[in-house]
């Protein structure tokens, strides 16, 4: 089964750009470890929030929305796609990322074929 694991970081934990580099290279250690377990299918860092963009259309008028987004105390920093027998495995596998002490994991099974 495959899952996505959406990581996010807290803006507030994440204080300082050594902080942050810090938290990549563990982050690309976990990754790798996944792939050397044949266990990664996709994944990819994300630009920061501030960067990003946001589109809604609400009363037939579209607006594009320019980060940062102040409302956000936690951004998503990047995705893994990973195979794991169940959820339970999924789980822990996400456990061991180090987003999960800066930040969360989400973990959300993949519709097949979906």
Do not use: W
């Amino acid at each position: 089964m495959e899952f996505l694991l959406i990581l996010k970081e807290d803006t507030e934990l994440v204080a300082t750009e050594e902080e942050h580099r810090q938290a990549v290279q563990r982050t690309g250690e976990y990754v790798m470890r996944l792939v050397g377990e044949g266990r990664l299918t996709l994944g990819g860092l994300l630009r920061p929030a501030r960067e990003a963009h946001r589109i809604r259309t609400r009363g037939g008028q579209t607006r594009v929305l320019d980060g940062p987004f102040v409302e956000a105390k936690e951004v998503i920093a990047g995705y893994l796609v990973i195979e794991a027998d169940s959820v339970d495995e999924a789980l822990k596998i996400a456990s061991d990322c180090p987003n999960v002490e800066f930040g969360s994991v989400e973990v959300r099974q993949v519709v097949p074929g979906g």
